[in-house]
């Protein structure tokens, strides 16, 4: 069974920072690319970061490029969210997904096949 756990939101003051984490198991992730998006109330799911699990090629929109980072730890099959300089507009719950490798990078929610439950991330002004 194919699972993709978050951990790691919470509550911070603009400004502060928080490390997501992604635990990948029930099958080889090695040729998918893994992805974070968000949610915020009323809005539509927002693609925030992809990595290539081989090879470590990174994509990040604009809106979070130097200040969100993502990366991947093969070992514990984990891949990270570091979340810096956070805004109240990141406030939102974050999910992790994993697409097949093969579509290359994509921004498209639907084409990711796994998702994790979310982890909500809060940001106070």
């Known amino acids: 069974q194919v699972q993709l756990v978050e951990s790691g939101g919470g509550l911070v003051q603009a400004g502060g920072s928080l490390r997501l984490s992604c635990a990948a198991s029930?099958?080889?992730?090695?040729?998918?690319?893994m992805g974070w998006f968000r949610q915020a109330p009323g809005k539509e799911r927002e693609f925030v970061a992809a990595?290539?699990?081989?090879?470590?090629?990174?994509v990040y929109p604009d809106s979070v490029k130097g200040r969100f980072t993502i990366s991947r730890d093969n070992a514990k099959n984990t891949v990270y969210l570091q979340l810096n300089s956070l805004k109240p507009e990141d406030t939102a719950v974050y999910y992790c997904?994993?697409?097949?490798?093969?579509?290359?990078?994509?921004?498209?929610?639907?084409?990711?096949?796994?998702w994790g439950q979310g982890t909500q991330v809060t940001v106070s002004s």
């Open positions: 997904a994993a697409a097949p490798g093969i579509l290359g990078f994509t921004i498209i929610p639907s084409r990711y096949d796994y």
């Open positions: 029930g099958r080889t992730f090695s040729s998918y690319i």
């Open positions: 990595i290539r699990w081989s090879g470590g090629n990174i």
